[in-house]
């Protein structure tokens, strides 16, 4: 089984039982028993047939080296899909919410300048009916809401002066939108999976890796930039699925003066501890499992933890690290959640 679709199987588990799990590329003990691992998926897929569709959109956080490592290996995998026909057409809503939001905004840009007021003034009936229907607040995207923006949007002053001053979080949707407004604006309008990113708040340059696994169809979301974590998370607050990777073999690394693993659960108690996140599904991937196993044998673990207990036979170093682990992820988890979870290794042969 290979590493994609591994950890589509965990995910599938994990989301249909809504809890926090940690997951591992291998098991730290003995793998589970061929018929035992059958047995459960055919328990699994049973499961699944009385379940709908479910879509849900994962970002991956954590160890910026590992991440990317991640996103490579589910980049190159077989198991990506594209969005079917119907599955795109589930998105025309929500894709019209936000042209909705992004008229809004730009109305109100107009309106908040006069130098660009004047320009959109010489075709007055289009900016006289967007100015009624942004005072309204009215929702539905139509044919003379969609002729307006194109007829104001062919003024470059205007363009330019959005372009460049709009509403950060909105203005290169916005600009997309404007561009297609007409094709998004048509009766028969199915979006583009280009259009369901677009849709996004802030999600300019977002890439989706889209996966289907059993009932499940996971959207996974590739940040380019992950700089100024502060300046861009708020934009995720409504991700229901959070995949935080953990790079278990820099715990003998340091950098800027502290030891990378930990800096890597610190990282994990300020995200999973978010109080937008609080009702959401937190995956821990372990990456580097079995590099991490063999290091053990050559780099003292001990020697970066300090209340690492040493000790036992040299063959179940592997197991105590797990417990130790299991406990630090552990005990960084606020009684603020809420919810009842559950915390295990998870691992799978063959990754």
């Known amino acids: 089984m290979n590493f994609t679709r591994t950890l589509l199987d965990r995910f599938h588990e994990i989301l249909t039982n809504n809890c926090l799990q940690i997951l591992a590329q291998f098991l730290f003990s003995e793998p589970l028993q061929a018929g ?95 100015l ?12 003379r809401a969609a002729w307006a923006i194109e007829t104001l949007w062919e003024d470059d002053s205007i363009k330019i002066a959005f372009k460049s001053d709009g509403d950060p979080e909105w203005r290169d949707s916005g600009s997309y939108f404007f561009d297609n407004i007409l094709r998004v604006s048509e009766w028969n309008y199915i979006p583009t999976e280009e259009d369901i990113t677009c849709s ?31 300046k861009w998370m ?7 699925v959070v995949l935080f990777v953990v790079d278990l073999c820099k715990y003998d690394e340091v950098l800027s003066g502290s030891n990378t693993l930990e800096s890597t659960i610190r990282l994990f108690e300020n995200v999973v501890n978010r109080a937008q996140w609080c009702d959401r599904t937190f995956v821990i ?51 603020a959640r809420g919810w009842e979870w559950s915390l295990g290794i998870r691992g799978m042969k063959g990754l």
């Not at 795109?88 to 008229?103: G, K, P, W």
């Not at 999600?203 to 996974?220: A, M, R």
């Not at 708020?234 to 229901?240: G, I, L």
């Open 132 to 143: 009624q229907r942004y005072d309204r607040e009215e929702g539905n995207l139509n044919d």
């Open 234 to 240: 708020h934009q995720f607050d409504s991700v229901p």
């Open 285 to 335: 991937f372990l990456s580097n499992v079995s590099e991490f196993q063999k290091k053990l044998r050559r780099v003292d673990f001990g020697d970066y933890f300090e209340d690492f207990e040493r000790g036992g036979c040299e063959g179940m170093i592997s197991e105590r690290v797990n417990e130790y682990l299991v406990r630090r992820f552990r005990n960084v988890i606020g009684a």
């Open 200 to 230: 996004r708040k802030g999600f300019h340059g977002i890439g989706e890796l889209h996966f289907k696994w059993c009932n499940l169809t996971l959207n996974v979301l590739d940040v380019p930039n992950r700089g100024e974590r502060r």
């Open 36 to 130: 035992k691992r059958s047995l459960a998926i055919d328990r699994a897929l049973a499961k699944d047939a009385e379940l709908y569709l479910h879509q849900y959109d994962v970002l991956p956080l954590g160890d910026a080296h590992a991440l990317k490592d991640v996103i490579e290996g589910l980049k190159s995998s077989d198991d990506r899909i594209t969005l079917t026909e119907k599955e795109r057409l589930d998105y025309r809503h929500s894709v019209h919410q936000a042209v909705e939001t992004c008229i809004k905004q730009f109305v109100a840009f107009i309106d908040a300048r006069d130098e660009i007021k004047d320009e959109a003034e010489r075709n007055y009936e289009h900016w006289k009916y967007l």
